[in-house]
């Protein structure tokens, strides 16, 4: 069985990267982080960490991180439930997997009235949609936004709405690259904007529709949705953008939908642990009601 005192030592150099930083945390020696840790590793039979400046969690480390970490946020939300927030506050922390663009458009609108009434903090991890429920899954977060439709064993996962996506330029970008038309020969010279190596949407549309695969065209990388759609904008490339931050520019003008046959639909879904806080519980039903009017859920 695992010790306490060890696996904490292990956790805290694991996520401050430093034995000097974890003994300041326990408020204990260096030598003793040290102690504690060759301890865990005797015992287990593995290094966990590489001793590097900073240092760095080995593969084996990893799965003991990971399985650290999620009995922590279990322990948390445990004592969310007993006593009804954290320890010497009067806040709720709540981590939330999301996807950039549900962060940039409606997110923040669809939590405030649970995060306002509840005295809710939120932590945020951001990643691809298609990526988030790793994060749940791995005991990282309580809850997150999600294309995966199919609940984790010990979760429950609801529908929440579909967000569209277009490929879209400005007008100047239009007028000087795709004047003449779209063709597999002007896009492998033709500048595009990608989100991040995770963000799959673009490229899955380039393959299908043209057999060009992130090698064969140039692109720029901008992982920020506000600075994405102000590259593309800004005449930097073309890429995919939902209605959300266009719908009212392609009313207008300001960006032109260079390849209909590209829009998509991108169906969301908020996963949850079924054992959840009140305050993640209260948090959900404004979420989902919000949702069912911003997305026209029946």
Known sequence: MLQSKQSEAFLAVAETGSFELAAIQLNITASAVTLRLQTLEKQLGHVLILRERPCRVTPMGQALLKHLQHIRLMENNLLQNFQGKTQNSVFYKLKIATNADSLATWLLASLQKSVLQKNILLDL??????????????????????????????????????????????????????????????????????????????????????????????????????????????????????????????????????????????????????????????????LIQHTKDLFQVG
């Open 125 to 286: 991890k951001i990643d691809d949609q298609t990526q988030t429920h790793h994060l749940l899954e791995a005991g990282l977060v309580n809850a997150c936004i999600s294309t995966e439709q199919t609940a984790m064993q010990g979760c429950i996962a609801r529908t929440l709405g579909k967000m569209t996506y277009r490929m879209v330029a400005s007008k100047a970008f239009y007028q000087q690259y795709f004047k003449a038309g779209i063709s597999r020969e002007i896009l492998t010279t033709t500048p595009a904007v990608v989100f991040n190596e995770k963000d799959q949407l673009q490229h899955q549309i380039l393959i299908q529709h043209f057999g060009l695969t992130d090698s064969m065209f140039p692109y720029h990388h901008v992982p920020s949705s506000t600075a994405f759609v102000e590259a593309i904008l800004l005449g930097f490339g073309y890429g995919m953008l939902p209605d959300f931050q266009i719908e009212k520019r392609i009313e207008n003008g300001e960006l032109i939908e260079i390849m209909p046959f590209a829009k998509t639909d991108i169906m969301l879904y908020w996963h949850h642990w079924k054992q959840q806080s009140p305050q993640l519980e209260a948090l959900t039903q404004h």
